[in-house]
């Protein structure tokens, strides 16, 4: 069942260069379409400034969508209003980076996790504590430290916090921007696990937003590789990671550690950085960099296709 559909999405920021000067805008995401199922996760990966986060943000509207569709349950949440967008919320939260500053500091963890259930009239506040009290013993939490403030905690305890928010108005679409980034490993192992049992346990969808590509290969289910706004390759993640087919994403992959010291293999090193999101090169934006472009990728750009069952690339030598 789909739960998400996105089309042709665009998230373009104005910059403003004086009265006379051309306007021009940052196309943070630029042209976005993918789908998502039902208890599915999706890994989003690729470098920074790549429009991962600027994409999340886009979905759930914390930042307006320049243009596009966003079908979220066959509704198309762009047409709706301030009020049905309230509504809509409650289906749809998001997991923040950084566990230092989105939490409050000057509010308990109670008061945190009860603000969303007291904005959206859930409960009595009797009926409201016993739904935190089970819920932050799923995330390990006790419930003696409801009571305190955020600085009182650990970074990964203020992350499975901010996920205890997140779950407070049993969602089905979790939104997780780099949840672990901040985090130590021994703690990040912790986390990801705990998403995958609460996944389970509450039929969530997730989109996983990581610049980590072993993260995102333990939690997800389907992988987009995103490079200056747009999706280069989509496919299931076993397909992308033992059979990449762009050339951006087999440049991803030859950098990851390989646990067996025994077995090499060939790195591939990108030259050059990463063009402006501002003037984005012509025909495909990776032909700056990439290590087989030819004068044709200077002026065709590639659409995202399917070019094996299930596995979509953007490249015209694919």
Not at 12 to 17: A, E, G, N, R
Not at 52 to 60: E, H, N, P, T, Y
Request: glycine fraction near 6%; charged fraction near 25%; charge should be positive.
């Amino acid at each position: 069942m789909t739960l998400l559909e996105i089309k042709n999405l665009k998230q373009h920021f104005p910059i403003s260069k004086g009265f006379l000067s051309e306007k021009k805008y940052v196309k943070a995401v630029d042209g976005v379409s993918f789908t998502l199922n039902k208890g599915e996760t999706l890994g989003i990966v690729g470098e920074s400034g790549c429009g991962k986060s600027s994409l999340g943000r886009s979905i759930l509207r914390l930042a307006e969508p320049t243009s596009g569709e966003i079908k979220f349950k066959g509704q198309d949440i762009l047409k709706f209003n301030r009020k049905q967008m309230k509504n809509i919320r409650k289906d749809m939260q998001i997991v923040f980076q950084d566990p230092y500053a989105s939490l409050n500091p000057r509010s308990t963890i109670r008061s945190i996790l009860e603000a969303p259930l007291k904005i959206h009239g859930i409960g009595n506040r009797e009926e409201r504590m016993k739904l935190i009290e089970s819920l932050v013993e799923k995330i390990g939490i006790r419930k003696d430290q409801l009571d305190n403030y955020p600085h009182e905690f650990s970074g990964g305890q203020r992350q499975r916090i901010g996920i205890a928010r997140a779950l407070t108005l049993n969602p089905d679409l979790i939104i997780a921007d780099e949840p672990v980034s901040a985090l130590d490993v021994s703690v990040q192992s912790q986390v990801l696990n705990l998403f995958v049992e609460l996944q389970k346990e509450f039929n969530l969808s997730y989109i996983f937003i990581s610049h980590d590509l072993s993260v995102v290969q333990h939690i997800s289910d389907r992988v987009a590789v995103m490079y200056l706004g747009k999706i280069v390759e989509l496919a299931h993640v076993d397909q992308l990671y033992q059979n990449p087919l762009h050339p951006y994403t087999k440049s991803l992959l030859s950098a990851l550690p390989i646990p067996d010291p025994s077995q090499k293999r060939e790195r591939i090193i990108l030259e050059g950085d990463l063009p402006s999101p501002i003037n984005p090169p012509t025909g495909c934006a990776f032909h700056t960099r990439c290590p087989v472009a030819t004068s044709d990728c200077r002026t065709e750009t590639p659409a995202l296709r399917e070019k094996q069952f299930g596995h979509w690339a953007a490249c015209i030598y694919v």
